[in-house]
């Protein structure tokens, strides 16, 4: 059997969830479908889904020959468009990650208004509050905040956030406003649980001190953490772009800003070579440019 038309097949029964729905994708029969899957399963002898009258679910071998499938298609699509000369125009399947709410808010837009400006570029967009193999994944753009470890990825600094603490102004008609990290003993604190929230809040002066808290309510996502000190209910830490918004229209108040620890970077990261895709090329740049000219993704706002 052709078994790069195997690869597109499995692939589209990964994308659909269903043998039936990739054979109608790819114009061929269910029957065909079942054959292309069972000679791959053949070929690398694993069990890649599993299936029932009601489902098909990738097994974990699965899950990591998709991937490769995904990445060798890709690979072969680029060489041909490179060969054939539109190497230069934007196409393809452009696969994107950030953090969920910095993607929500920031990255969502831009690449929208990039698929539009190419109509030949299909969009995968994959918001997670979790590092992303790019490699396993098929990653073509990352957004990152945080320090970046070595790796053979391009990497460029788009701006930087920092980690705030913020009430509402009638929680402050009722309680005093912190001038010392000290002073936070005697308010109500609003904890996020998520990943990447630290339970004990840092500040860069006074020998990096780190003040241990006793919240009255953990959240697991900021969004609920932010929310409630927009309510007036208490105080919450949260990085400076997710209480942009609220702190422009006055509906969140930074305290203790003399003590905030230095800025935390943001990097659009892809991978590097001459052999990067237009597609990448083109959003990368789009990306940057757009992100730079964002006053609440540099450390400066407030």
């Known amino acids: 059997m052709d078994r790069l038309q195997c690869m597109r097949v499995v692939v589209k029964v990964a994308d659909t969830?269903?043998?039936?729905?990739?054979?109608?994708?790819?114009?061929?029969?269910?029957?065909?479908?079942?054959?292309?899957?069972?000679?791959?399963e053949d070929l690398t002898g694993a069990r890649l889904f599993l299936r029932?009258?009601?489902s098909v679910k990738l097994t974990a071998p699965g899950r990591?020959?998709?991937?490769?499938?995904?990445r060798i298609l890709a690979d072969i699509d680029e060489a041909e468009a490179s060969a054939g000369g539109s190497h230069a125009t934007p196409s393809g399947l452009l696969t994107v990650t950030a953090p969920v709410l910095f993607g929500q808010i920031y990255v969502m837009p831009i690449l929208t208004s990039f698929l539009t400006r190419h109509p030949a570029v299909t969009g995968r967009a994959l918001l997670l509050d979790r590092v992303v193999n790019l490699m396993e994944e098929?990653?073509?753009?990352?957004?990152?905040?945080?320090?970046?470890?070595?790796?053979?990825?391009?990497?460029i600094k788009v701006g930087s956030v920092r980690r705030v603490i913020c009430g509402a102004p009638s929680y402050f008609e009722n309680h005093p406003v912190p001038r010392v990290p000290a002073d936070l003993a005697g308010h109500t604190i609003i904890a996020n649980t998520g990943s990447s929230a630290p339970l004990d809040w840092r500040f860069a002066q006074g020998a990096?001190?780190?003040?241990?808290?006793?919240?009255?309510?953990?959240?697991?996502?900021?969004?609920?953490?932010i929310s409630t000190a927009v309510s007036g209910w208490g105080l919450a830490s949260a990085l400076s772009y997710q209480v942009a918004s609220a702190v422009s229209n006055g509906r969140l108040r930074i305290v203790l800003a003399d003590y905030e620890e230095p800025p935390v970077p943001i990097h659009v990261m892809h991978a590097e070579g001459r052999h990067v895709s237009a597609k990448t090329r083109a959003f990368v740049d789009f990306l940057v440019s757009e992100l730079r000219a964002n006053r609440y993704v540099q450390?400066?706002?407030?």
């Open 17 to 40: 969830g269903s043998f039936a729905q990739a054979a109608r994708a790819l114009h061929t029969s269910p029957p065909a479908v079942t054959r292309a899957i069972a000679y791959l």
């Open 52 to 54: 029932s009258t009601r």
């Open 64 to 70: 990591r020959y998709v991937e490769d499938c995904r």
């Open 138 to 155: 098929g990653i073509d753009v990352a957004l990152r905040i945080g320090h970046l470890p070595d790796s053979g990825y391009s990497a």
């Open 208 to 225: 990096d001190t780190s003040v241990t808290l006793h919240p009255r309510l953990f959240c697991n996502t900021v969004d609920a953490a």
């Open 299 to 302: 450390s400066a706002s407030s």
